[in-house]
């Protein structure tokens, strides 16, 4: 009967700190999402990421899947996107330079993500939201 509580006594235990792994890990990885966003002109490697937040790159893409509902990469070149929308709309940065603020090394990437993203040029979206 001791042996039958102790093996239960463990078992909770384990789970207690699988719970408190899976809080860290969130809490983390929420962390990590923030920095992301406030750095997009930051590029990293997720295993950089996974690095410089002491956390391990598998426990990084599974949360951040979990919690963001797609991988990093994606969520990141969706942020991207949206702040060039917003810099082209409501600034007249020159198209380099914005993409240099939303993290792309060259005019020429930025505006072929652009182009995929949203079907038009840079210069074509900042043309027809003036309008």
């Known amino acids: 009967m001791d042996e039958v509580r102790e093996d239960r006594n463990v078992v909770h235990s384990e789970s207690q700190e699988q719970n408190g792994l899976a809080w860290y890990q969130e809490k983390r990885v929420r962390e990590i999402c923030c920095y992301l966003t406030e750095h997009l002109d ?4 997720q295993a950089e990421i996974a690095k410089e937040f002491h956390i391990s790159l598998t426990a990084l893409k599974l949360t ?5 509902g797609m991988p990093i990469e994606t969520y990141l070149r969706k942020k991207r996107i949206s702040e060039a929308k917003r810099l ?9 330079e914005i993409a240099h603020q939303v993290g792309y090394d060259s005019h020429s990437q930025f505006s072929a993500m652009f182009r995929t993203s949203e079907g038009q040029s840079p210069m074509m979206y900042r043309q027809n939201s003036d309008t």
């Open 64 to 68: 951040f899947q979990c919690l963001y």
């Open 42 to 45: 930051r590029r990293m490697t």
């Open 88 to 96: 082209l709309r409501e600034t007249k940065l020159p198209v380099s």
